[in-house]
């Protein structure tokens, strides 16, 4: 049994106090927890999945022909270019998009089979040196402007993670310029997905316009890491 259904519950109901019923989707960040955990929440009535590292992605799941039906799992780590190959079988979706290159690398990589991929772009909203993500506005339209050389992905919008520490108003900040920076997108793309908010700020993210949450440890428990 995971938590799952009671962060459902809560998402669901501060997404209603917002007046957006029913327009926050929930994502189960599985890291570092067993592929039978994930088989629990998916039986808990769970579907959208998250990791954020390539070489646990590889070693946890089955090929996607042999996971139940309707799961989509989706990258939400930094990815380096020598990985795209490995990871683009294994995955729906890639949430961190964070450079041309790395676009380039995808597009090459997909070319190769005529696949599209959906993908977010990661903004970096804290501003923080040791956060990957695209660091300004500019750098954000020029991906924007370069997917025009990438028929093979499909933007769907952006994730950000929120500053470190628990400063509640450092977080709102943050997510307010994620969510301008969403909005002013939108006006050239068809974007649905707004992804932030994690266990500790993801009431506040869904007041501030996020429309999905990345929940870890609120659903699996506290991460024990490996000393290896
Ligand atoms: C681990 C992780 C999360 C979930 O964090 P929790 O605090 O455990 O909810 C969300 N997003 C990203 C990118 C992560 O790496």
Redo the contacts with the bound molecule.
Sequence with gaps: MTNVREVRKSVDSRAEQCGRKGAVSLMA?S?THPYSAILDCYEEGQRLF?E?RVQEVCEKFPPVSQRPDGMKLCL??HLQRNKVKKILPLVDRIDSVDSTALMDELEKELAKTDRCIEILFEINSSHEEQKSGFADEKALFEAADHLALCPHLILKGLMT?GPLGFDEEKNRAAFRYAKALFDRLRQRFDLTVLSMG???DYLQAIEEGSTEV?????IFGQ?TYDAT
Excluded: D
Excluded at 214 to 218: M, P, V, W
């Design positions: 960040v890291k998250g954020n939400i780590g993670v994690m266990s500790a990345r929940i870890g440890t609120a991460r």
